[in-house]
């Protein structure tokens, strides 16, 4: 019986020795793909469970020394694969890199180095958004989501249907959201949820959201299955063709508490990027930028809390945040301080640095993903709404849309008390400019167009 016991004991020690061999062999394997547990939906649409890429190391907690910023294919952004290093993912105001020239030939022709990889993606980052978000994966239907369908839609056991949003208009604040927002709407096929344009689920009451931006405390958290019912139409299961769009415009870039939750991370585990792709894996995303100075002053007048805010005051306060944030950097990267907690709420400089943002959605939806700015909407109007149309998917009659755009208003403008106040001093754009040219030239790499670096 003694023998019995101890030859077993030897057999079990050897059979887990040999797992672990496996599995740290597989884990070292430099491109490997992993897929998400079998809790997972199926798109039955895509015809196979939704897989995504993975960036490896021999060390859990730290990434490699060189990111590479690789993105699929995008007719929009005409990407071409760019290595970007930490040190330039560093860089701080004043810090203006030489312009390498935007076009083709600044790629590295080196193959190797252009696999499709997403930031901080190694299993244990992973499995922190898998365990985070349990009431997700169990309300997801195991089966899949149903065929024909543009939304991601299924009948849950208790015969309720559910839908998750075909297209995600997720950003950026300030940026002329609304407005674009108000006339996709006017298509009969894109519908806006039942609680309205923004829904504050993803970024915030998925795990706790803020009684007040100036306050301190939560709400508690809501469940996914009050998320779907926001914006599920109420007829959706009798109207496969519409498509919902979340409007909520933080979307692309906050994170609330990532550093409390996580301590032992030396970036997001995971961000709203990929828990969207999650749930809804070839949706459409729509991403609208301007001129990162302006989207900042328009910002601090906009939501001004009933306090008067003037240029001077501007002036003061960007120079505090713009010396807080370059204090991040000297201990962090530039990812990790774009979405850090410690971020000004009055002067939210990060959300100008786009390429924080960008880089995660891209790598997440490839082509799905559709980036324009202001100015260009602003220009004209009816060709940039036939270019996100077509992206999304659905027809236009052009006839149609040039009568409705005429008798339309540009919706969020400035408001009156925020005009009277003016421009910014000429001083405080010129530092901004300085503060935000290394990142948008980086911008403007990254997705191959001059346009990104606004002038200056």
Partial sequence: MKFSFLAASRIGFLLVFILLVLFFTRLNHPHRECVFADEIATNENLGSRDQIAILETNTPDRISDTVVLSTPSNPRSQTTPVNISNTDLGLKSGSVPADPGIGP??????????????????????????????????TLPASGFLKGYKNFCWWDSKRQFRCTPAVYLAGFIKCGTTDLYSKLIWHEELLKPPAGKENMYWPRSRIGRYIGLYQHGHRPRESFEIYTNRVTPPDMSENPEAMVIDGTPCLVSELIEWEQRYPWASHPPYTNADIIRFTSPNAKVIVMVRDPVERLWSDFLYFDRGQVRTPAMFAREIIEEINRFNTCLESRDLRYCCYSDANSL????????YICYIQDWLENFGDNLFVLTLEEYHENAKETLFEVFDFIGVRVDREKLETFLKS???????????????????????????????????????LQNKKYKWGY
């Fill in 346 to 353: 009055r002067i939210e400089l990060n959300i100008g640095i």
């Fill in 408 to 446: 339309s208003e540009t919706l969020n403008q400035r408001r009156e008390n925020a005009v009277k106040q003016g421009n910014m001093l000429e001083e405080t754009r010129e530092i901004l400019q300085n503060f935000y040219r290394p990142y948008n030239l980086m911008l403007a790499r990254y």
């Fill in 105 to 138: 030939d600044s790629a590295p022709a080196d193959p190797d180095i252009l696999e499709p990889l997403q930031l901080s993606r190694h299993p244990k980052y992973l499995a922190a958004m898998i365990q985070e978000n349990q009431d997700i994966v169990s």
